[in-house]
Nanobody
Framework: VRLVESGGGLVQSGGSLRLSCAAS????????MRWFRQAPGKERELVAS?????????????NYADSVKSRFTISRDNVRNTVILHMNSLKPADTAVYYC?????????WGPGTQVTVSS
C-alpha cells in the first residue's frame, strides 16, 4: 500500500491549488479517504473526507472541516485510483503540510505529505 501526494506549492492569498493523492495496492473507491493537514506547531487536523462506495446509500458522501467548507472540494478518480483536493480562495491560514490518509483492514496509511504555502 502506498500513498503519494503532489500538487503543493506557493500561492498568493485568494489563489487555488489542486492536490492529488495517487494510491497503489488498493482501490480508493472501496475505502474512506481523507485529507489532513498540519501547520507548524499545531496538531494534525482533518480537512476533508469522502465515503467509500461500499456503502450503497452514502457512498461518495463528502465532509469538510468548517474552516474549509465552500472553498475545498474532495473527489475521487476511480480510473486513475487518485483522490483529489481542489482548494480555492486560499488563505494564509491554510498554510500546512497536507497528507492523504486511508484506513484499511491492515491499519492506517499516510502519504509523505505535500507542502502548501499561502502568502498574504
Amino acid at each position: 500500500v502506498r500513498l503519494v501526494e503532489s500538487g503543493g506549492g506557493l500561492v498568493q492569498s485568494g489563489g487555488s491549488l489542486r492536490l492529488s493523492c495517487a494510491a497503489s495496492g488498493f482501490a480508493v473507491r472501496w475505502f474512506d479517504m481523507r485529507w489532513f493537514r498540519q501547520a507548524p506547531g499545531k496538531e494534525r487536523e482533518l480537512v476533508a473526507s469522502i465515503i467509500s462506495d461500499t456503502y450503497i446509500d452514502s457512498g461518495g458522501t463528502t465532509n469538510y472541516a468548517d474552516s474549509v467548507k465552500s472553498r475545498f472540494t474532495i473527489s475521487r478518480d476511480n480510473v486513475r485510483n487518485t483522490v483529489i483536493l481542489h482548494m480555492n480562495s486560499l488563505k494564509p491560514a491554510d498554510t500546512a503540510v497536507y497528507y492523504c490518509h486511508a484506513r484499511l483492514s491492515a491499519g492506517d496509511y499516510w502519504g509523505p505529505g505535500t507542502q502548501v504555502t499561502v502568502s498574504s
